[in-house]
């Protein structure tokens, strides 16, 4: 005959009950199937004042940094009609920014970098862009892009 197996869950602990803590069990693990929710971030609620360092990310957002958020805004006229990556800009624009000098474009932008490559989408139609919130001063190796705020592994609908 086999020793009982030791029971490591104290008798008062909600864990105890088999069937409680089975459902505890599914409840965990269809949350974790299903994911978080991205945070909505706005323009007005990710960038704050613009110091002597620069322009700042506000409290809320700079809490988001490594999460997945949800942000609207408008694409930016890309270089090509296919990318991995695009500019959110706040309100639409008719300029590409790689196409003219950093004196003709607003400082509160966003680089999306894209988990594949998509089509771009006229500047004028307002877009939902899901990506995990990055912050720091980085330079695109590829592109050449000066960034401070960027949503990687995103990707992006209509509105």
């Known amino acids: 005959m086999k020793a009982p197996m030791p029971n ?3 008798p008062d602990s ?6 409680l803590s089975r459902r505890l069990l599914l409840a965990a693990a269809s949350l974790g199937a299903m994911g978080a929710s991205p945070a909505p971030l706005s323009f007005s609620g990710l960038y704050g004042p613009v110091t002597a360092q620069g322009i700042q990310l506000t409290p809320s957002a700079q809490a988001l940094v490594g999460r997945s958020v949800e942000l609207r805004g408008f694409m930016a ?3 090509k009609a296919e990318s991995d990556f695009f ?3 706040r309100y639409p624009m008719s300029i590409c920014p790689f196409c003219s000098n950093a004196a003709d474009w607003p400082v509160d932008v966003v680089l999306v970098r894209l988990g594949a490559t998509a089509e771009t989408i006229e500047p004028s139609y307002a877009i939902d862009v899901t990506g995990v919130l990055e912050h720091g001063m980085k330079v695109d190796p590829e592109t050449g892009f000066v960034s401070l705020v960027r949503l990687v592994d995103a990707a992006w609908h209509r509105v």
Do not use: I, N
């Open 14 to 19: 909600p864990l105890s009950c088999p069937l």
């Open 8 to 10: 490591l869950v104290p």
């Open 87 to 89: 500019v959110l800009t």
């Open 77 to 79: 006229p890309p270089l």
